[in-house]
């Protein structure tokens, strides 16, 4: 092809001059004009910035964000809109099957293409595995494949459009296993282990207070209910995007849209095996986090990637990869039994839980506690027992999003407290206005409460939506 | 996006043309909404020329013709949606185009790529099935007119042969300002593809469902017509309970399949009420003497 | 191929291979990056930029099909003596959050107002429901539309001068 080319006898030695050479200059003018520039300073009172130790009224006024004059300027530099000199893309191939064993992975294709600048696999990486508690989960598979979003070989070359040709091209052999794909299965003895050994359980969680039984005997009724939740993706706008700069000094310099640098700095020192000093992370700002984007997710790949190619290195994960290859909120199977007055006056609570925590541990621990401190709901309860564990399955990793695993329970909470208030025959906000906490009252966990503005809050709250008048 | 090459046809004849002497490997490009993000996802190779359509003037346009109703197949949803004819002669087409998509979809998705995906939830499919639509389809042989029902094959396939182009389409004469409407169910209001929609017409100036049309997306591999309900309606007089009971007909008549979307228990009920509603929508366009106006 | 136009005002030109896209062309052989890459496949308006006169994705257009037509981006709105009432409205009421679909927010926001001076809540939802954002629910862009609609119409927004066509 490149041969063909240069054979060939060049146009501008065919053309016959017939243009006078005005036109000819003006043709290409399009071409010859730089790239236009946008205005980066106007000339412009800039956005109200609080100053340092200076008091502002910040409650009633219109909330006004220090980087907003960018952001409607189409400005603001995210992570995509960075492109390094010489700065190569890639690709991380997805195993597509969700429990297997690799038995073989042939790259030889994908390194001959032309444009291919690395091609890397996960045996290469220093220390393959990372994980914020439990450090479980390989950047690259090299043997088991967990879920189907598991990267099993990444690749680096001059454009996206090659990086996937070559990704395309790489040849994998899987051994399908046995999955779990549902989190009581998961519980099971005779259930496929994810992670091997004898049990999918990787935490678990016991808040006790008081006696539920004692409670439960004294109730005139008892509720058992079963709430579930799905898994929810993050869906930031901004697709995770990194780049990694691997220099001739050794020194390694990643611009990633990342919520925790210092996490990142660490996870990239230890996965590579370099000392932190020589780790920079830039974080840029960031296109949506929610939760997702707490972690390092492919930058050890790309900093090796940079390394093998001298070349800086960029992967854009593709919506799709945001998806299967990222983290999602737990899906949690929540049991809440709950004994009551004939006023309604919650006596005892059990919740058992169990979080679909997928293929690694990722954010799981943070979860499954503040899950489990939360599941009781913000009512004064003197017997309670929670109990809740999270579990391994063939499914994408599940992890930080925000609140941690209490969107999930105060929905099991909340709907049971519908479901009381409608069998009693009492006025929903009445009921939880009876067991509300007040100032002083003691949490599960044997925290004393300071500033309660619940009762507050629903009472204004209700006023606000009209529940007077409700039909 | 994978390789693959690009010529622009000036008109139909250039693009069928172009199509002959690429052959196989080429493909037609209209708006691109449906094919470009096709492209992006999928594991198949790429055409190896992409013929652009999107200039060729001659397959633009909304015009009332001796044979009715012409619709240039390059006529984007938005163009339809703005068409003063079109909410004349034919509201329920503009009740069609403007819930595909979102703004930026309709201004650049075309009604003959919305045809010729032939995916069985496009939208503009139940108002042209129901109103006996016929399509212009030009190859290098010449010009050749089918009706719609014929160019639907199944999921993704029509009939469509070597290097032919979707010309226009036509809504013949005898339908023109019939009385009609569409229904579409998605998850959200916009930006989301049909569970189930539905189109329904009748000539209602006697009081009674005159010629009732009735159609269905989404509910079987093409879009389909529901002829039991139709017959069922015809010459009924008009009421709210008739409505109902077609649409309870028309359920029987569909096959839907259970997706990601929506179950197929669902969808049967959403037919039942759309197909109500698409006839009560109809209903509220029907004025007296119409049919005799409009021939 | 080569393909020209007119962007932002002024006439560009480039080289490019013939599957590239607008989006493409603008961010990476332009350096116009406003429009952001969000899905590619149409589905969030992240990429929305104005081709002769009506709001598209650009995610979904080839540059080769935007070959001597009119594009304006998110970078053509503002001049050295103002912002545009929408990006002015959308900096004070906070209606931006993470900012990255803000872009293709503004931008189909601008091609609504150019046809309809006045919409009403609902025209603007419409408008709107191909531009997806993760972070503010809408609400304040929404009002922020109105606001902006008002000040276009008002006589006392100073003119605004730029290369293009308003
Ligand atoms: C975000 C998004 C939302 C969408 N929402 C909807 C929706 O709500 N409802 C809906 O019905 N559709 C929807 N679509 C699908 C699509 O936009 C429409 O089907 C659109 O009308 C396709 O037209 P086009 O001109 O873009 O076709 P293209 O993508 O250009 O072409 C589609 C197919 O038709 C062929 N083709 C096009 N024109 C001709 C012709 N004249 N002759 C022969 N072959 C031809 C092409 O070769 C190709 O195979 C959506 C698409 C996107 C990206
Ligand atoms: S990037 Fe074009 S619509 Fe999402
Ligand atoms: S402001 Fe973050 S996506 Fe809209």
């Known amino acids: 092809m490149a041969e063909d080319l240069l054979e060939r006898a060049p146009d501008v030695l065919e053309k016959p001059r017939a243009a006078p050479v005005e036109t000819l200059r003006r043709a290409d003018e399009g071409l010859r004009l730089p790239a236009v520039a946008p205005p980066t300073t106007l000339p412009l009172e800039p956005p109200l910035v609080p100053q340092v130790g200076e008091q502002t009224r910040a409650v009633g006024l219109r909330a006004q964000r220090p980087d907003s004059r960018y952001h409607g300027l189409g400005l603001t530099r995210y992570i995509d809109d960075i492109a390094l000199p010489g700065m190569l893309y890639a690709k991380i191939k997805r195993a597509g099957i969700s429990s297997a064993r690799i038995k073989r992975i042939d790259v030889s294709k994908a390194e001959a293409m032309p444009g291919v600048q690395a091609v890397l696999l996960g045996r290469e990486i220093p220390l393959n595995l990372f994980g914020t508690s439990i450090v479980d989960q390989p950047l690259l598979v090299d043997e088991i494949v967990r879920h189907a979003g598991d990267g099993v070989a990444a690749v680096a070359a001059v454009t996206e459009q090659i990086a996937q040709a070559a990704i395309d091209a790489i040849e994998v052999e899987y051994e399908p296993l046995p999955g779990v794909y549902d989190p009581l299965e998961a519980l099971q003895p005779d259930s496929p282990k994810v992670h091997g050994g004898d049990t999918n359980i990787y935490f678990k969680k016991l808040i006790r207070r008081g006696d539920v039984e004692k409670g439960f005997a004294q109730s005139y009724r008892v509720y058992e209910n079963r709430y579930t939740t799905p898994g929810i993706e993050h869906a930031p706008m901004e697709p995770f995007t990194s780049i990694a700069d691997w220099d001739a000094n050794g020194r390694l310099t990643v611009y990633a849209s990342i919520g925790r640098i210092t996490l990142a700095r660490v996870d990239l020192s230890k996965t590579l095996r370099i000392p932190i000093s020589r780790v920079r992370v830039i974080g840029t700002i960031v296109g949506g986090n929610f939760g997702g984007k707490n972690e390092i997710r492919h930058e050890p790949v790309l900093a090796l990637l940079s390394k093998k190619a001298g070349r800086p290195v960029k992967g854009r994960f593709t919506r799709v990869e945001e998806f299967i290859a990222s983290t999602i909120r737990h899906p949690m199977i929540m049991d809440y039994k709950t004994g009551v007055t004939k006023e309604g006056k919650i006596l005892a609570r059990q919740i058992r839980m169990v979080l679909d925590g997928g293929a690694y541990c990722s954010f799981s621990e943070t979860t499954l506690g503040k899950a489990s401190i939360l599941a009781p709901g913000p009512y004064a309860i003197e017997n309670i027992h929670v109990e809740g564990c999270v579990v391994y399955t063939n499914k994408t990793t599940s992890g930080s999003m925000r609140g941690f695993g209490a969107p999930q329970v105060c929905f099991a909470y909340e709907s049971q407290m519908d479901e009381i208030a409608r069998d009693l025959g009492i006025d929903p906000i009445e009921l939880r206005m009876k067991n509300f906490f007040r100032e002083g009252s003691m949490s599960a966990t044997g925290q004393v409460l300071h500033s309660v503005k619940v009762i507050e809050s629903l009472q204004n709250a209700a006023r606000k939506f009209g529940w007077e008048v409700r039909s | 996006m994978k390789p693959f090459g690009y010529v622009a046809a000036k008109d139909s004849g250039h693009a069928v043309a172009l199509l002959a002497e690429y052959g196989k490997g080429a493909k037609v490009l209209a708006g691109g909404t449906d094919l470009l993000a096709d492209l992006k996802n999928s594991p198949h190779p790429p055409p190896d020329v992409m013929v652009d359509i999107s200039r060729a003037a001659d397959l633009k346009g909304i015009a009332l013709t001796d044979a009715g109703l012409r619709i240039g197949a390059l006529t984007t949803h938005t163009e339809i949606v703005d068409s003063p004819l079109i909410a004349d002669t034919l509201p329920a087409l503009a009740e069609a185009a403007v819930v595909i998509g979102a703004v930026q979809t309709r201004n650049l998705g075309t009604i003959g790529g919305n045809l010729m995906t032939c995916v069985p939830s496009m939208d503009s499919g139940p108002t042209l099935l129901a109103l006996d639509a016929q399509v212009t389809i030009l190859g290098p042989s010449g010009r050749r007119t089918i009706p719609l029902s014929e160019l639907f094959v199944g999921p993704r396939r029509t009939s469509l042969g070597f290097a032919e182009l979707l010309v226009e389409i036509v809504i013949p004469k005898k339908n023109v300002g019939k009385p009609s409407a569409f229904q579409k169910f998605g998850l959200r209001k916009g930006q989301a593809l049909a569970l189930v929609n539905a189109a329904a017409g009748f000539w209602g100036g006697d009081g009674v469902f005159a010629e009732p049309a009735i159609a269905l997306g989404a509910v079987a591999p093409t879009v389909i017509r529901a002829p039991k309900a139709e017959a069922w309606l015809a010459g009924r007089p008009i009421s709210e309970e008739a409505m109902a009971e077609a649409g309870r007909i028309a359920a029987t008549e569909a096959k839907p399949i259970t997706d990601f979307r929506a179950s197929a228990e669902y969808r049967l009920d959403l037919i039942a009420v759309l197909v109500k509603r698409a006839l009560a929508g109809a209903h509220a366009r029907v004025t007296p003497n119409q049919k005799d106006l409009a021939s | ?166």
């Open chain 3, 1 to 166: 191929m080569n393909v020209t136009l007119t962007v932002n005002g002024e006439l560009r030109s480039a080289s490019v291979p013939p599957e590239t896209t607008l989006l493409v062309l603008l961010r990476e052989h332009f350096m116009l990056t406003g429009a952001k890459t969000g899905c590619d496949i149409g589905d969030c308006g992240a990429c929305t930029v104005i081709v002769d006169g009506k709001a598209v994705n650009a995610c979904l257009m080839l540059a080769a099909q935007a070959d001597g037509r009119t594009v304006v981006t998110i970078e053509g709105l503002a001049t050295r003596e103002g912002l545009h009432p929408l990006q002015q409205v959308f900096e004070e009421t906070g209606a931006l959050q993470c900012g990255f679909c803000g872009p293709g927010v503004i931008m189909t926001a601008k091609a609504l107002l150019d046809e309809n001076p006045s919409p009403s809540t609902q025209e603007i939802r419409t408008a709107l429901a191909g531009n997806l954002c993760r972070c503010t629910g809408y609400v304040k862009m929404i009002d922020g539309v109105h606001e902006a609609a008002k000040m276009l119409q008002s006589t006392e927004t100073p003119a605004l001068a730029a290369p293009q066509q308003r």
